[in-house]
Structure formats: C-alpha cells, structure tokens
C-alpha cells in the first residue's frame, strides 16, 4: 500500500473544523453550556469526531508504513509516538483521551460534564499539537 498524502490532509482538515466548532462552544462559559444541553450534546459529538478523525489518522500511518498494528485504539497514539511520528511525551498525554471518547459514545458510565468540559478547556490546545506534529511529520517525508 502507498502513504497517501492527502487522505492525511483531508482528515486534518476535518479535525480543524471540529476544533473549531468546539472553540466557538468553549467561548460560552461551563455554567451556560451545562445550562443549555443543545451546546452540551454539540460539544461532546464535536469532541467524539476529533478524536475519531485522529484515530483514523494514527490507523492509516500504522497501516501504510507498515507499523506494528495497535491492540486498541488508545494504543495508536503509542505507536505513533514510539516511531516518531508523534514525539513519546505528547503520544502518552494523548492517547487517554480514546477513553474519555469511548465513555461519551458507548455511555459505559456517567460523564462528569462538568469535568469534561474542564478537561476539554484544559486540554483544548492538544488538537492544536496533534494537528502540528502530524502536519510536520507529513511534510517531512513527502
């Protein structure tokens, strides 16, 4: 299989609009976006299809430049950081964030919305980075 350049940039290109609908959302304070549960649900999906694109992105790297295939979709991120792709330290902050995704989609527990959205403004700048290093990375080796 070949490396496709611009599926890479395609995917990325969604990942901006989802991180973009979430800035707008995240211009709104917690108490309002917990108050308004349009917002809320919003936030989460746009959340969930982040990290979805992302994934999508990690699996067709592991695919394609033959890396060793992850066991979970956490795992991904791992394996992306351990081949230098994403760098070790950003990969292991990361990669958690496939269990905040599962818990929003598959409803294994109750969600802390208010720590969600904490975490989610906390840790916002992540996509940012993601989206950075991938971009980095791809301009590197085409």
């Excluded at 917690?30 to 994934?55: C, G, P, W, Y």
Aim: proline share 1%.
């Amino acid at each position: 299989m070949t490396f496709e350049k611009q599926f890479v940039v395609t995917k990325l290109n969604e990942l901006e609009i989802y991180v973009d609908e979430l800035a707008d959302i995240l211009q709104t304070s917690d108490e309002n976006i917990l108050k308004d549960l349009d917002k809320l649900r919003h936030s989460e999906r746009a959340f969930q299809l982040a990290v979805d694109t992302m994934l999508d992105i990690n699996q067709h790297f592991i695919r394609e430049l033959g890396l060793p295939v992850s066991n979970d979709f956490q795992s991904t991120f791992y394996a992306l950081g351990e081949n230098n792709i994403l760098s070790g330290e950003f990969a292991d902050k990361i990669a958690p964030i496939v269990g905040l995704r599962n818990r929003i989609v598959h409803r294994y527990e109750t969600i802390n919305r208010k720590r969600f959205l904490a975490n989610l403004r906390k840790n916002f700048e992540d996509f940012k980075t993601y989206t950075k290093l991938i971009t980095e990375y791809i301009n590197q080796k085409q």
